[in-house]
């Protein structure tokens, strides 16, 4: 499977900066996930805005920089802000960190995101695997994907046997990609229900779909930052999905560096 050709040229200007041509794993931060980099060792930052043809994530919440590093003696490259859709990025744009995973031969790739939860069972601060993905409604182009929900399943009971061994709870669900960049009205969350939509968010679909394509082993996280639309009566905001992120920050790390570590 073929690379775009800037992707080569990323990658190129990454490595004469210092990083290998090898690098263990790649995680995929989320809103308000950043500060997960605060735990990797020997960090190298590079901005986004330092490396040639790489989009500028432009969300609050997202740093929007590289850090390459390690976790317990293995190699780490974290995206720390990424692209949305919803922020004028084509979908081939918003796949441009999987798709530099694939350059730099990951063997594993998590990806993380907040999302609104739309099952009634849910709570904030919960932390839900993917195992499944509704995506139809909102992907106006989308990557050519074959059997990859099949991969998904299997890497999220694996993900879900981790979790149990490190003694974190989780849930387990189906995520709804939703376009954005406003959140959802409530009638939109009710059917969204009914479609079987556990939790609703403007990431990750695309990025899942990419790595099925490029095969590239990946896991995929939701925490649930708040409830979607209608689940409670009070209105979404952006600093509330940051404010449950701080709050479950190291929950989360020690998640991810059990997945770097095991998946
Ligand atoms: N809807 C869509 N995206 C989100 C939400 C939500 O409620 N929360 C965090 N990301």
């Known amino acids: 499977m073929s690379l775009p050709e800037h992707i080569t040229e990323i990658k190129e200007h990454l490595t004469e900066v210092g990083l290998p041509a090898k690098i263990d794993a790649a995680v995929i931060l989320g809103s308000g996930l950043g500060s997960f980099g605060d735990h990797i060792e020997d960090p190298v930052v590079i ?15 997202h740093s929007g920089s590289l850090i390459f590093g390690t976790i317990e003696g293995r190699t780490v490259l974290a995206f720390s802000g990424r692209f949305h859709h919803y922020e004028g990025h084509t979908f081939a744009k918003t796949v441009l960190p999987v798709q ?12 993380s995101n907040a999302a609104g939860g739309i099952n009634l069972r849910f709570k904030v601060g919960d932390l839900m695997i993917i195992d ?39 849930q387990m669900g189906t995520y709804l990609f939703a376009k954005g960049p406003s959140y959802e009205s409530k009638a939109e969350i009710r059917a969204f229900r009914y479609m079987g939509g556990d939790a609703v ?4 679909a695309p990025e ?3 790595a ?26 952006h600093d509330e999905v940051k404010e449950a992120a701080d709050q479950k920050k ?10 770097i570590r095991d998946f």
Do not use: C
């Open 47 to 61: 901005p986004y805005g330092d490396i040639p043809s790489f989009p500028v994530s432009t969300v609050e919440g």
């Open 100 to 111: 530099l995973s694939k350059a730099f031969e990951v063997d594993k790739l998590i990806i």
């Open 132 to 170: 499944s993905i509704i995506k139809q409604f909102f992907m106006i182009s989308e990557p050519a994907d074959h059997n990859w929900r099949y991969d998904l399943e299997q890497s999220a009971a694996r993900v879900k046997e981790i979790a149990t061994g490190l003694g974190i709870d989780t």
């Open 201 to 204: 968010g403007m990431s990750t």
């Open 208 to 210: 899942l779909a990419e």
């Open 212 to 237: 099925g394509k490029l095969g590239v082993k990946a896991a995929a996280i939701s925490l649930i930052t708040n409830a979607a639309a209608g689940v409670v009566n009070q209105k979404l905001d």
């Open 250 to 259: 190291e929950v989360f790390a020690s998640l991810v560096k059990g997945l």
